[in-house]
Nanobody
């Protein structure tokens, strides 16, 4: 069993940055691929970025390329999502999720565990 807790969300102005964290508890986090998804009311959850279990492979949605960076710290059992130059369209609840596998996954059904989400609001 794995528990995921997101943190780092908040209310910011356009152009500012945030670093979201996803900290795991439970054993074997290094065996899990991790993804970040986001969701706004009335829309489906969409992938933002994902990282494999080793941390040496990453992928990004087209909307995230150039401004988002995913990384993981195995010692801290934490995966980060750095978001720069935030825009109003980035406003959403951001979820961390983990899959007990080694690849990169872009759809929610491929994942086994989910955090509770952290709200990111971008407005002037």
């Amino acid at each position: 069993q794995l528990q995921l807790v997101e943190s780092g969300g908040g209310s910011v102005q356009p152009g500012e940055s945030l670093r979201l964290s996803c900290t795991a508890s439970g054993s074997g986090f290094g065996l899990y691929a991790v993804g970040w998804f986001r969701q706004v009311p009335g829309k489906e959850r969409e992938v933002v970025s994902c990282i494999n279990n080793n941390g040496d492979q990453t992928d990004y949605a087209d909307s995230a390329k150039g401004r988002f960076t995913i990384s993981r710290d195995h010692a801290k059992v934490t995966v980060y999502l750095q978001i720069n130059n935030l825009q109003p369209e980035d406003t959403a609840v951001y979820y961390c999720t983990a899959a007990h596998s080694s690849g990169l996954y872009a759809v929610p059904r491929d994942y086994d565990y989910w955090g509770q989400g952290t709200q990111v609001t971008v407005s002037s």
